[in-house]
């Protein structure tokens, strides 16, 4: 199983400049989110999607946006990118069945390691 | 919102020495959670516990979910170079599906 997969791994982007993080799990998942991790600050939640069609802020939400493409694909957009944007992004997904690991515990993508200079 | 209080934020340990790391918080938690980050890698979960008093093994990992539902401990025997990594507890709370999650432990193992 491939479980989350996440594109690209590494990108540098100029300020100012777009993307989007593209992150898709296999697993029939219902549930995606978006962290930001840095250095002392743990993980923080920017956006995530309890379902299929609904998408909400989290802790950090300001200057991303998402979209729910499917109940496979969660994106991440950075419309214009700014140095403190500069970060370590993990998806993870949660909720597919009886299981309660399967519910509750999330499965994490390797990240994307994005510098914004 | 919820929040959880890790300690220690790091820890420099010779091989084969027992780890021990805890989360508390201020609120209930009906779940809670360990993952392992190895260096350049996303979470990987450890062990879950869902009971309070619940004490859960996973080789040399111990786990236990506080009586009190405020708090859980993660307690690694004679550790190995390949428990480095950043240790994460994660909580779940009420209805709510979403975890909250520690600042981390960052733990080094010295050969």
């Known amino acids: 199983n491939a479980g989350v997969t996440q594109t690209p791994k590494f990108q540098v982007l100029k300020t100012g400049q777009s993307m989007t993080l593209q992150c898709a799990q296999d697993?029939?998942?219902?549930?995606m989110y978006w962290y930001r991790q840095d250095p002392g600050m743990g993980l923080r939640l920017i956006y995530y999607?309890?379902?299929?069609?609904?998408?909400d802020k989290g802790e950090v939400p300001n200057g991303y946006n998402v979209s729910r493409l499917n109940k496979r694909e969660f994106s991440l957009r950075l419309e214009s990118a700014a140095p403190s944007q500069t970060s370590v992004y993990f998806c993870?997904?949660?909720?597919?069945?009886?299981?309660?690991?399967?519910?509750?515990?999330?499965?994490f993508g390797s990240g994307t390691r994005l510098t914004v200079v | 919102g919820q929040q959880l209080n890790q300690s220690p934020q790091s820890m420099f340990i010779q091989e084969g020495e027992d780890v021990s790391m805890n989360c508390t918080s201020s609120s209930i938690f009906n779940t809670w959670l360990w993952y392992k980050q190895d260096p350049g890698e996303g979470p990987v979960l450890l062990i879950a516990l869902y009971k309070a008093g619940e004490l859960t093994s996973n080789g040399r990992l111990t786990a236990q979910f506080g009586i009190t539902r405020k708090d859980s401990f993660l307690n690694i025997s004679a550790s190995i170079p390949s428990d480095v990594g950043i240790y994460f507890c994660?909580?779940?709370?009420?209805?709510?599906?979403?975890?909250?999650f520690g600042k981390g432990t960052l733990l080094t193992v010295n050969p």
């Open positions: 697993m029939n998942h219902n549930s």
């Open positions: 993870a997904s949660s909720g597919g069945g009886a299981d309660r690991e399967l519910n509750y515990g999330y499965t």
């Open positions: 994660a909580g779940r709370g009420g209805s709510n599906y979403k975890l909250t």
């Open positions: 999607s309890a379902s299929e069609g609904t998408t």
